[in-house]
């Protein structure tokens, strides 16, 4: 599977910017509230600073939102249905070419 991972980052930091923007905050009062300096919380919006769950999770309770919106859909590809090892038999998630297929087949 191939995956993006700067992009991802870099789609995940459009997106905290966008809903901090919304909520009229600034960098440094979103970064005080979760407790990280604001040049870090800076690097989140660029795409520079890899995300750990814990401050996503923040993130969607700070901005009152679910979580999923924060973090891009994954790229969905038919052309494989090969389960992903540790889930099999679950119907929610498959291995595809190019990123990974979520639902039932």
Not at 50 to 59: F, G, K, N, Q
Request: charged share 25%; hydrophobic share 40%; glycine share 10%.
């Amino acid at each position: 599977m191939n995956f993006d991972r700067d992009g991802f980052y870099r789609e995940v930091g459009l997106r905290v910017h966008m809903q901090r923007k919304r909520a009229k905050l600034t960098q440094g009062e979103v970064a005080s509230d979760l407790c990280m300096p604001r040049a870090t919380y800076a690097n989140v919006e660029s795409g520079r600073q890899r995300v750990p769950v814990d401050v996503v999770w923040r993130l969607a309770v700070l901005f009152n939102m679910p979580i999923h919106t924060l973090l891009p859909e994954p790229i969905r590809d038919s052309r494989s249905t090969a389960t992903l090892p540790g889930l099999a038999g679950t119907g929610q998630l498959y291995a595809a070419a190019g990123g990974v297929k979520v639902g039932a087949e």
